[in-house]
């Protein structure tokens, strides 16, 4: 407490000896474009250059839009303009996994840009966003500050225009002396990351160089890239945040969002993005004739994207804007180019609006935590229903217990994820006895909560970010999966914990920032392989990056990594263990050739230890190294965690506990007959440890089923998972399954009664007659409308696979290249393609 209390006094004196110099609002505040006849139009105003700042021809010999510029050009204007504007300071926010910087610009009235300038700023947003920051403290600071207003590109590296864009608009708030550019200077304080992903930006491709996809790491931070850059967004707190992308096609998106939008967004925000920013983008497109569309394919639901992280965890209106790649580089960066300062217009003209409001989300927020009180679910898209209702009950408290030594680590990384996003953490100095405590995934039950528990009480600013990422449950409001549907913290970390909603009074202090966890270097180092499925797949890409991260980076084990030629060529020889993560396992199988396949079966039956999962187990399957049966689901489950429970006499289980979370998303389904091999189970379904947490339609076909089986294969053994046990390196509680395959013993002694079965051929047969597509789209409806869906598919010229199961038809839609949601022809506008044709969707779940 003492540090925080110190830091706030200091902001509040810092501030309260400013006004007086700021006490006239500064310069005029032009009305909202198109509001007010005669205003300074962000457009129609001749652009007036100083010759300050040279062009991007002068320091690149191009000009911007002519062809995309590398990281490094990037860079090079960007220090350019800082070197030559009084207006501009640059900074290096982080370096990427190849050691490129990832550089910042930061523009506004030359004042603002000293060090003490930008410190009173920072102290100023601090103040705002502090609930006990006093109500008069508070106006006079929205009378007088500024918005900060963030502008970053090319998360996604193969998507290069919104980089080229933002350095356009960098060189003319550094260079221009028109009325449209004094607006956004004298009334903001803009940050520009031009490049967020420089490694993908150079390699021409979609994740990072450890194959991360970075718009979904944002509450987790792994990656170094993302890190850095949510530092910097805690130091300079986004009322606005623009993330700049393309997309397939060549119209232009920009919100409103399509439905679901994730309950704790919160509504003045979401006012911001549909009534300030939308209109005036909307407005200059529609005068210069841009094509576009919203409300449709892009949602705010997952709490890991560059706009839904901006929005729940800083009350930003945090934005998503996606160019079509199929239209000229130079139309591409023109319309990012308009896109953006059209927004940057527009929050500068609306400066005393959005300080307001945003002050006013934190109070309000704050007043809902204290109250325990969710916001329900709403739909913003009619005819759209609500599918599932925030439950009617008062959450004022989280609790993560300490008391499980073996989930210290994860339990420290969850706090300091929370206190890096300014969530205020205490810890019980005495035991505490909750009458209502609800733990997760479990019954409320009267319990005693012991001395060292951490607790997060709900009355902070960051109320909504609290329930983001402590909830038991995302409450998914409507069945269209962008992404996944489930991401709480203490679920993905096995951190045991829970809920109240009573009014409580625990005896805690507050801790400070906890410390990086630093794994012990291990003392035993087996000789690892990594066998890669195929180069180009995107989910090989993203699984086998998501290991290499954490061998690499957490676990520092050594490892040699494989492709299917490698195996086949003999240089399997030496491995001890070998990792088989996701990929295409037909691809994969075929590619091994005789020789490959008969290397992979000799070595594991002659002692090697053989770790797949999911494309990784299906072609341990195809080989024959296994006796479990896999099959396809019928259910609807689309990144979803479900508590399964642990064989505490298998190696596995050390450091795990009875039960863990399992992602599960799509996965085959595992059936074991030998409960000796069974390492880890779903439960059945009338267990008290069934819970699901995220969305499911028939998922009761997994109860009882096997999420981890490891049995003996010769003198080798087989550990195979179904679902990803390393899901976008922040699925902790299953990693550790996976650190214990590696490391661990083997099960001998549970299994030296059993026959040490030869290979199945009954299971290979099986698995080489799955029909797994790769990156599927999947629409399920009810059977009353699958005549109407079929006509719609068609029309789209869609191919598909059907799956009936109950009253339920499910579309299994081939997408051959493997292409992304965003960069597939049509397959984000299924979701509004059905609502137009009258059909009511179970679900549609986009790659
Ligand atoms: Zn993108």
């Known amino acids: 407490m003492r540090a925080r209390e110190l830091a ?3 902001a509040l004196a810092t501030s309260l000896t400013v006004p007086a110099a700021l006490a006239a609002p500064a310069a005029a505040h032009p009305p909202a474009p198109g509001a007010a006849p005669g205003a300074c139009d962000p457009f129609r105003t001749t652009p007036v250059y100083r010759g300050k700042v040279p062009s991007p021809k002068q320091v690149l010999g191009i000009e911007l839009g002519e062809r995309a510029v590398t990281a490094a050009e990037s860079d090079r204007y960007l220090e350019t303009v800082a070197a030559k504007s009084e207006r501009v300071v640059s900074g290096t926010l982080a370096t990427s996994a190849q050691g490129r910087p990832l550089k910042y610009a930061i523009i506004g009235k030359p ?15 601090a103040l705002l966003r502090d609930p006990r920051t006093p109500d008069g403290i508070a106006k006079a600071l929205t009378r007088t500050g500024v918005p900060i207003l963030w502008v970053a590109g090319n998360i996604h590296g193969n998507e290069p225009s919104g980089t080229d864009a933002a350095l356009r608009v960098l060189r003319d708030l550094g260079d221009r002396t028109d009325c449209a550019a004094s607006n956004v200077l004298n009334n903001a304080l803009v940050v520009l990351l031009p490049t967020q992903n420089p490694d993908g930006r150079e390699a021409g491709i979609r994740q990072n160089a450890y194959g991360f996809d970075m718009n979904r790491d ?10 850095g850059k949510i530092s910097m967004l805690n130091q300079y707190p986004p009322a606005l945040f623009i993330d700049a992308h393309e997309m397939g096609g060549d119209s232009y998106f920009f919100p409103p969002n399509a439905d679901p939008i994730y309950h704790e967004t919160p509504e003045e925000a979401v006012g911001w993005i549909n009534d300030v920013y939308s209109p005036s983008v909307a407005a200059e497109f529609g005068r210069q004739g841009v094509d576009f569309f919203n409300r449709d394919v ?29 239209s000229p580089y130079p139309d591409k960066v023109r319309e990012q180019y308009i896109a953006q300062w059209a927004s940057l217009s527009a929050g500068a003209a609306n400066r005393h609006k959005i300080l307001t409001e945003w002050r006013k989300m934190t109070v309000d927020a704050y007043k809902q935590g204290k109250a325990g009180h969710l916001e329900p679910n709403q739909i913003y898209n009619p005819p759209n229903a609500i599918d599932r209702p925030v439950p009617d009950h008062k959450v004022r408290h989280y609790f993560l217990r300490a008391d499980d030594k073996a989930k210290a680590d994860e339990a420290q990384t969850i706090v300091r994820r929370l206190q890096r996003m300014g969530v205020t953490v205490h810890r019980l100095v005495r035991p505490l006895t909750v009458k209502d405590f609800k733990p997760y995934g479990r019954p409320v039950a009267r319990t005693t909560l012991p001395k060292g528990t951490y607790w997060i009480p709900m009355a902070q600013g960051q109320k909504h970010w609290i329930q983001a990422m402590l909830n038991e449950d995302s409450y998914t409001p409507f069945p269209y999966f962008y ?22 009074r625990p005896a805690a202090v507050p801790l400070p920032t906890q410390p990086a966890v630093r794994v012990p270097r291990p003392g035993k180092k087996p000789k690892i392989g990594v066998l890669a499925l195929s180069a180009t797949s995107s989910s090989a890409r993203e699984s086998v990056g998501w290991l290499r991260h954490r061998l690499d980076r957490e676990w520092r084990l050594p490892y040699t990594l494989l492709n299917p030629a490698d195996v086949a060529a003999g240089k399997l020889a030496g491995a001890e263990v070998l990792l088989v993560p996701n990929g295409p396992a037909g691809t994969a199988y075929d590619q091994l050739g005789d020789a490959g396949r008969t290397a992979l079966r000799q070595w594991t039956q002659g002692g090697g230890r053989y770790i797949g999962w999911q494309g990784g187990t299906e072609l341990a399957a195809r080989l024959g190294l296994t006796t479990t049966s896999l099959s396809e689901p019928t259910s609807d489950v689309p990144g979803t965690l479900f508590r399964v ?26 059936k074991q007959p030998d409960p000796a091999k069974v390492a880890v189970a779903y439960p059945a379904v009338t267990s008290p440890d069934w819970f699901v947490s995220g969305f499911e339609r028939g998922a009761a ?10 049995e003996p294969v010769g003198e080798g053994r087989a550990v195979l998972f179904g679902g990803e046990p390393n899901f976008r390196a922040f699925t902790d509680g299953t990693a550790e399954l996976l650190v214990n ?16 079965a030869a290979p199945s051929q009954e299971a290979a047969r099986r698995a080489a007659a799955l029909p797994r597509a790769e990156s599927p789209i999947r629409v399920s409806v009810k059977a009353a409308d699958a005549a109407r869906t079929e006509a719609l598919l068609r029309s789209v010229g869609a191919t598909w696979t059907e799956r009936r199961s109950g009253d339920a038809v499910r579309y299994v839609i081939d997408n051959p290249q493997g292409l992304p949601v965003d960069h597939h022809p049509f397959a984000g506008r299924l979701a509004s393609l059905i609502r137009r044709s009258g059909i009511t969707p179970i679900a549609v779940t986009l790659p």
Do not use: C, H
């Open 298 to 326: 892009y949602d705010l639901f997952y709490q890991g994207y560059g706009d839904s992280v901006p929005t729940t965890g800083f009350n930003a209106a945090g934005m998503t804007y996606e160019k079509g790649g199929g």
């Open 8 to 10: 706030w006094s200091v």
């Open 701 to 710: 076909e997994l109860g009882g089923t096997a999420a981890v089986v490891d």
């Open 218 to 227: 944002w509450f987790a931070r792994t990656q170094p890239e993302t890190d």
């Open 483 to 504: 992404d996944v549907t489930a991401w709480s913290l203490p679920l993905l970390g096995n951190v045991p914990g829970g809920s109240s909603g009573a009014d409580l």
């Open 741 to 756: 395959a590696i490391l661990g013993p083997d099960p001998s002694a549970r299994v030296s009664g059993l026959a040490k």
């Open 645 to 670: 429970t642990v064989d505490a006499s298998s190696p596995l289980a050390r450091n795990v506990g009875p039960t863990v979370w399992q992602f599960y998303s799509y996965d085959l389904i595992m």
């Open 111 to 125: 004042r603002l840009l000293t060090k003490a300038g930008l410190a009173k700023v920072r102290a100023e947003a």
